[in-house]
């Protein structure tokens, strides 16, 4: 793996507070509460004179733009602050004002002005078949640039690489049975290419937004998180949402029972695919903490590897 800066070369300034807080707070606080809760406009205050804000170029190839829209979402901190105080996003196909050629020729202007610090966030899958055409994200001089031609340009030029979201992680939708484009997860491709640089998974369908704000904020203060055998984050995709469900209870007196067929308010019958799902959804919650899949529905698993071939038909017990 290439020894690659991550983080631009910048010294803190001082704030009201101090570095060393806003670090033990940011390391002390993530593991047990939300991003949300502990990125108060205080610490967001403490960030923004701290650090010059972080270069990011985002495109995306196969995907709904869901991911972005989640990213949107995002209440405390709002984009507002993210994108004012924490980053500065120097492309987005979505929300940028600029396209056409002129949008094409910032990106690799940006990404040689910033080679080695920028983070390269990649949504949705990387189609391979027939040489890339599947998806053209533009063109220069009349040359088309698809998005395998992109990311295999770019990304050996960037600090670090996300892939936001499942089809960008692992293939997802796109690379379900029927995947006539060749649609391709980040790190698979790159292992076609011999790309070294180093990529944090941030799957879901769509990925929490605290997942894609807490996993920027971590590059930024303390560079890669750990992550785990599927390349996530630990601190989001560390546990298992079975094993933390608040239906727990009623799974074990069913299994006790053997009646897993009729297990009260656990929706094991109706195919919840939470043993095999690694997330944090159970404490964490979507719509600013207001509900959650399994409060009234099933855990479909869009968090992990394979999905949604793997976790279908998503109304079949696992049992
Ligand atoms: S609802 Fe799903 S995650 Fe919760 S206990 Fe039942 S099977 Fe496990
Ligand atoms: S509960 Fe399961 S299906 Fe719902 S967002 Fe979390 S991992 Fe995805």
């Not at 047990?32 to 650090?51: C, T």
């Not at 940006?110 to 040489?131: D, L």
């Not at 692992?170 to 790190?187: E, F, L, Q, S």
């Not at 043993?275 to 869009?302: E, H, L, Q």
Request: aromatic share 8%; net charge negative; charged share 20%.
């Amino acid at each position: 793996m290439k020894d690659k800066q991550v983080l631009p070369d910048v010294q803190p300034k001082k704030s009201g507070i101090s570095r060393r807080s806003f670090l033990k707070t940011v390391t002390g606080t993530a593991a047990g509460i939300g991003i949300s809760q502990m990125f108060n406009p205080a610490l967001i205050q403490a960030l923004e004179k701290g650090l010059e804000r972080h270069p990011v170029i985002w495109i995306q190839g196969q995907g709904c733009t869901g991911c972005s829209v989640s990213l949107l979402n995002s209440v405390d901190p709002s984009i507002a602050d993210i994108l004012l105080k924490v980053i500065s996003l120097q492309f987005h196909p979505t929300v940028g004002a600029c396209e056409g050629e002129l949008a094409m020729k910032h990106v690799y202007e940006v990404a040689r002005e910033y080679e080695g610090r920028f983070s390269f966030a990649i949504e949705g899958a990387i189609p391979v078949a027939e040489n890339g055409k599947y998806c053209i994200l533009g063109e220069i001089d009349h040359k088309e640039i698809s998005m395998m031609d992109m990311v295999q340009e770019l990304a050996p030029m960037a600090g670090s690489v996300l892939a936001i979201g499942t089809c960008a992680a692992y293939g997802g939708i796109p690379a379900a049975k029927g995947n006539v484009t060749g649609a391709t997860g980040v790190m698979d491709f790159f292992k076609t290419k011999n790309i070294t640089t180093p990529v944090v998974n941030i799957p879901g369908c769509p990925p929490h937004p605290d997942w894609i704000v807490g996993s920027i904020v971590h590059l930024l203060e303390n560079g890669i998180p750990e992550l785990d055998y599927d390349g996530r984050p630990k601190l989001f995709f560390g546990n298992n949402i079975h094993d933390n469900c608040p239906r727990l209870d009623d799974y074990d007196e069913a299994f006790m029972a053997m009646s897993l067929s009729d297990p009260n308010g656990c929706r094991m019958d109706v195919g919840c695919k939470g043993p095999d799902t690694y997330a944090d959804c159970y404490k964490r919650k979507w719509n600013s903490g207001m509900n959650w899949c399994v409060n009234n529905a099933v855990c479909i698993g869009c968090v992990e590897p394979g999905f949604p071939d793997a976790m279908s038909p998503f109304y079949e017990p696992a049992y």
